[in-house]
């Protein structure tokens, strides 16, 4: 069977070819293995250059099959010219299902590091951050993000993450969507990865129109995930420039999320909660926004407080019973 495939994609007509590709992507990880010297790869990227739709979607499950568990296929696949037409096929194809294989596969060949940089200067990171925050179904966005994630592990990549304008893509994606969503999780936490790896990055996200506000909403109403991951960009937004940031960080009413994490939050977002409300403890008049805290928050969250006993360090303890006495001054 191996043979047949092989001789189809090489040599057969439009129909023996989207056949074989069919065949290859229902073969066992062995068969498959057996057809790695191959070359097969090279007329599958082929097939990728028409403008039938059945040949693209076959070529890409083909593609895609190949590469799973493979880093050396995964390597294959981008020496054989696959990068830039799946670069077109993101930019002008109108197909829902092609859009979703090829970001597939873009997620799938973004995991190989020996690939990381060849797929970040084919112009295909724009692209992706265009689809952060798209139209496009809900998995396009979650592989497009993951596809992101997968890149920000190479430094010398983050320059042109950084002047993509994905920051701004990711922030609008978290307030537009619900901040409990597993799609604002991962929106998020490449936010952190970007901000905590890039200074420029960092002033770009602060800076930002209503980013601090996005941040806050989601301290209160994300997952655990996504308020752990927002503390730890407002705490890095505010050790960048105390002065600048802290009274900003107060007004958008940060104080009832920022308590409350610092009680009920993951074990991290528990001990980032805590360091922020140290650089914010000694600003005292923050504006009346803050001021008009709902009392009965305040009293559960210290509730809950009493509820830990020992669980809760004494210093800790001592400086949140300082906050809200300021809030009630």
């Not at 994300?222 to 752990?228: A, F, H, I, V, Y």
Request: aromatic share 2%.
């Amino acid at each position: 069977m191996e043979k047949e495939v092989v001789e189809n994609l090489w040599n057969g007509d439009r129909d023996s070819q989207i056949q074989a590709a069919l065949e290859l992507g229902r073969l066992s990880r062995k068969q498959r293995h057996k057809l790695e010297e191959s070359g097969v790869m090279v007329p599958l990227v082929s097939m990728l250059h028409s403008q039938d739709y059945e040949a693209i979607e076959a070529a890409l499950c083909a593609l895609l099959s190949l590469s799973f568990g493979s880093e050396r296929n995964k390597i294959r696949i981008i020496k054989s010219g696959a990068l830039p037409v799946l670069v077109s096929l993101l930019y002008c194809h109108s197909q829902t299902v092609i859009i979703q294989l090829t970001l597939a596969a873009m997620l799938t060949l973004s995991s190989c590091k020996a690939n990381k940089v060849a797929i970040a200067s084919s112009g295909a990171i724009q692209l992706l951050a265009e689809f952060v925050n798209s139209n496009c179904s809900t998995q396009s966005q979650l592989d497009a993000i993951a596809t992101l994630h997968n890149l920000t592990t190479c430094k010398e990549i983050m320059p042109l993450i950084v002047s993509s304008g994905v920051m701004f893509s990711l922030l609008e994606l978290i307030h537009s969507t619900v901040k409990s969503s597993p799609l604002v999780e991962k929106a998020i936490e490449l936010l952190e990865n970007i901000v905590s790896s890039s200074e420029s990055a960092l002033c770009k996200a602060a800076g930002a129109g209503g980013a601090i506000g996005i941040l806050v909403e989601t301290i209160e109403d994300g997952s655990l995930l996504s308020k752990e991951h927002a503390v730890s960009i407002l705490l890095l937004i505010c050790q960048s420039c105390r002065e600048k940031y802290r009274g900003l960080i107060l007004t958008e009413g940060v104080m009832p999320g920022l308590l409350q994490l610092s009680v009920d939050g993951t074990w991290r977002a528990k001990s980032i909660a805590q360091e922020l409300l140290l650089l914010l403890r000694d600003c005292s008049n923050y504006g009346s926004r803050c001021k008009q805290i709902n009392h009965e928050l305040i009293e559960r969250i210290m509730e809950e407080i009493e509820a830990e006993g020992e669980k809760l360090a004494d210093t800790t303890l001592r400086l949140v019973e300082e906050m809200i006495a300021k809030l009630n001054a």
